[in-house]
């Protein structure tokens, strides 16, 4: 493989550590704090969990641990979406677990959680290791998206780990993985399989958070590569001074991306599901919002903007959200009639006949294309593909319909031209920024001491990350402290809850007092490409969402 010259320099960056961490590793314990237990459902998700519900959090702290230096051999899954710094995860796990003993060895399970159902694994040592510390991607044994939630598939999973005497398993996942992780650490102890299991927080949507997960790896990355992205689209836009750009982000259940990006770039529009959902606003109410600042804008002379678009959006509509839940329930009892008919008018006009007038009424006033996007390929569950609804052109033909009208009734003497664009894959697999190779690498680190220190059901944590690195705190919180009950394939099932974007809260509301004037006024900002080398305030600076919600 040829290595380009920023791999090769990145390949000797060493990562930071929380202060805890840079410590002789015999000379660090866990320390116990208070009990946790969930928001909701206490007694629900205590009845499932009784071995692992109502752990104490831990922190680490100085003292003596000579049972760390014994022999262990530990397993590592790579589960879900791909999300910068994963590698550097697995860095610091085989770093950690060398340090206490070089006669430890690494199983990497290839392709996800199926990988161990399968007993398909790469031995990692500090060879295979280097060409992949401080990279993108999930490339050194693959991810993949199989869940681990039966008995079967538990005894799968311990019958291969008993094989190779691995007596921990690190899961490296978002909300649904670190839940199949907490379900699996339960089973295991109440088998007395004496296999320990602990989770880290990935998801570039950084839905996965809270007081102890101040933010889920790969967001900060993610969200400086969109937003290099945008600022580019930006500096365009002003310099032709032609185009509207209608921009799709990443983020189906939360719209964390979409506002953080909006507070790096400070574009004209942001929209935002959960304000959008909040509020039960219409389409044709954001439609028409967006054409009355175009109109604005145009007003003064400037026919450019640029608009930002969380993925999921659609599904906080409240009338396209019952939209979908119709065509779903349609299509799945209509399924042979509807699968049938090739003729993709025919299907359109198949399944508007049989809508309700409200829904038929909806699904009527929008472009042939995006109706015909509504009736693809269902997923494995039989549902609306959502993320292939391309809501930026549905919003920009409906803006440029709305505009037409408004002209010819002299209310618009602007000039319209749109572009649109969907920036998903460019952020997840990208070069980790500074923070993110520094907060991964810690989490690895971090999630070793934990299975050194006897735990498990327990997730990777590490806080204070508004801070430089030397300020760091380490630590684990029990898994099931972020579970809640929700309604899945019809079954209440116990999940982590997704964190979704507080409308009060503090990144929030400064959007919020700030975007009537980015709306009219060009005040876009450019934030440039990531940086790796220069001062600390460029390089290793964190998101405006955290910076923010920790008051900086």
């Not at 039960?280 to 678009?309: E, T, Y």
């Not at 894959?425 to 993110?436: I, K, L």
Request: hydrophobic share 35%; proline share 4%; net charge negative.
């Amino acid at each position: 493989m040829d290595i380009s010259p920023l791999q090769q320099v990145r390949y000797a960056y060493q990562p930071k550590l929380p202060p805890i961490l840079r410590q002789s590793i015999t000379s660090v314990v866990p320390s116990s704090g208070e009990a946790t237990q969930t928001a909701t459902d206490q007694e629900a998700i205590k009845a499932l969990f009784p071995n692992t519900y109502g752990l104490p959090r831990v922190s680490f702290v100085e003292g003596e641990n000579k049972d760390i230096t014994k022999r262990r051999n530990i397993g590592v899954i790579l589960s879900g979406g791909q999300a910068p710094g994963g590698h550097n995860v697995i860095s610091g796990l085989y770093d950690a677990l060398q340090a206490a003993n070089p006669d430890n060895t690494l199983y990497g399970f290839k392709g996800g959680p199926s990988g161990i159902l399968e007993d398909s694994y790469q031995i990692i040592d500090a060879s295979f290791l280097e060409t992949f510390r401080n990279t993108g991607g999930f490339d050194i044994i693959g991810s993949g998206r199989t869940k681990l939630e039966t008995e079967a598939q538990f005894e799968v999973c311990a019958k291969v780990c008993k094989s190779h005497d691995i007596t921990a398993l690190v899961i490296i996942g978002g909300d649904d993985s670190n839940t199949n992780a907490a379900v699996l650490a339960e089973y295991f102890l109440a088998k007395g399989h004496g296999i320990q299991v602990i989770g880290c927080p990935k998801t570039i949507d950084g839905d996965l958070k809270n007081e102890f997960i101040e933010i889920s790896f790969g967001f900060d990355t993610a969200t400086k590569t969109y937003s290099e992205l945008i600022g580019n689209i930006e500096r365009d836009a002003n310099s032709a001074k032609k185009y509207w750009h209608f921009i799709k982000l990443m983020g189906r259940s939360a719209s964390h991306i979409a506002l953080e990006c909006a507070l790096e770039t400070q574009p004209n529009i942001c929209l935002i599901s959960e304000e959008v959902e909040a509020k039960q606003q219409s389409l044709v109410s954001i439609v028409d919002s967006i054409a009355k600042a175009v109109a604005d804008r145009a007003a003064d002379g400037n026919n450019f903007g640029v608009v930002l678009i969380p993925e999921g959006l659609v599904e906080f509509i409240p009338e396209i959200k019952t939209l979908i839940e119709e065509i779903n329930s349609l299509l799945a009892k209509e399924e042979s009639t509807f699968n049938a008919i090739s003729d993709s008018n025919e299907r359109i006009q198949f399944v508007q006949d049989r809508l309700s007038s409200k829904s038929k009424q909806v699904f009527t006033i929008l472009p042939e294309e995006i109706q015909k996007q509504l009736l693809m390929d269902r997923d494995p569950h039989g549902n609306v593909q959502v993320s292939r609804i391309e809501t930026d052109k549905l919003l920009a033909t409906m803006v440029e319909t709305t505009l037409k009208q408004m002209k010819a009734e002299g209310r618009y003497t602007g000039k319209f031209s749109s572009m649109t664009h969907f920036f998903g894959y460019e952020g997840r697999c990208a070069f980790p920024t500074n923070f993110d190779a520094d907060y991964c690498y810690s989490l690895g680190y971090n999630a070793f001491l934990l299975i050194g220190g006897g735990l498990s059901g327990y997730l990777s944590s590490v806080t204070n990350l508004s801070q430089q690195a030397e300020k760091w705190n380490a630590g684990g919180i029990p898994i099931t402290m972020m579970m809640n009950m929700e309604v899945r394939h019809g079954a209440n099932k116990p999940v982590i809850k997704k964190a979704l974007v507080e409308l009060e809260g503090k990144p929030f509301q400064y959007f919020a007092e700030h975007r009537d004037n980015w709306a009219r006024t060009t005040s876009f900002t450019y934030p440039g490409a990531v940086q790796y080398f220069g001062p600390t305030e460029v390089c290793d600076r964190t998101t405006v969402t955290l910076a923010l919600e920790q008051g900086l």
